[in-house]
């Protein structure tokens, strides 16, 4: 069965996690084309609408084609406004392993919004889509992404280089990586059911 053609709907308080929808290209663009909320990734910041658009239909819409979910959208079901997205990229099949990214609109940082998806996701990383390891990294100085993977149950396992290029230049950066490993995933999860 293709489980990541039929990834399940979360409700996570006032937000839902859902599939990303070509639609969703004007809010990405917000958020996408703020430089405060790119500065650590490896992409944007956005100028053109155009940019989410082949954003979307040329990264989220491509993936089940490799065998991977096209990716969450974070939404505010008060507004109904797409915030951000929360995906699984990077699989790395013979560790049975897939890495997760994600991206929040400045306007919802501090609220624990991205802490409670990432914890929401990983069950679906292990027991819908049956991965064994869990990987997140985050550009060293970015303290905020560092504070939701460390409150998510992830462990840090090394730093590496990564040289990133974007619109004002290249730079080299160094990314600190986490991984969640399945068995200890379901370890901790049993042992905080029986407190």
């Given at each position: 069965?293709?489980r ?10 006032d ?9 969703d290209?004007?809010?990405m663009?917000?958020?996408?084309s703020?430089?405060?909320v790119?500065?650590y ?12 658009k ?8 491509a ?12 939404v505010d ?9 929360i995906?699984f990229?990077?699989?790395d ?5 897939v890495?997760?990214g994600?991206?929040?609109?400045r306007?919802y ?5 991205m802490?409670?998806?990432l914890k ?10 049956g991965?064994q390891?869990?990987?997140?990294r ?16 992830f462990?840090?396992v ?14 080299q ?5 986490y ?13 905080q059911?029986?407190l």
């Amino acid at each position: 069965m293709k489980r990541h053609l039929n990834m399940p709907e979360i409700q996570i308080g006032d937000y839902r996690l859902r599939t990303v929808k070509k639609s969703d290209y004007a809010d990405m663009f917000e958020y996408g084309s703020d430089p405060l909320v790119t500065k650590y990734l490896n992409w944007g910041p956005f100028v053109h609408e155009n940019e989410a658009k082949r954003s979307i239909s040329g990264i989220f819409m491509a993936r089940p084609s490799k065998g991977l979910p096209i990716g969450y959208a974070i939404v505010d079901t008060l507004n109904g406004k797409m915030i951000g997205t929360i995906d699984f990229h990077s699989p790395d099949r013979k560790h049975q392993m897939v890495e997760i990214g994600f991206v929040l609109n400045r306007a919802y940082w501090n609220k624990g919004i991205m802490t409670n998806a990432l914890k929401a996701l990983i069950p679906i990383g292990f027991d819908h889509l049956g991965y064994q390891k869990l990987k997140i990294r985050h550009l060293v100085h970015n303290g905020q992404s560092r504070r939701v993977i460390e409150k998510a149950g992830f462990t840090y396992v090394s730093t590496e280089d990564l040289i990133i290029e974007k619109s004002d230049g290249i730079r080299q950066e160094r990314l600190r990586v986490y991984t969640l490993d399945k068995e200890d995933y379901h370890g901790i999860e049993q042992g905080q059911r029986h407190l």
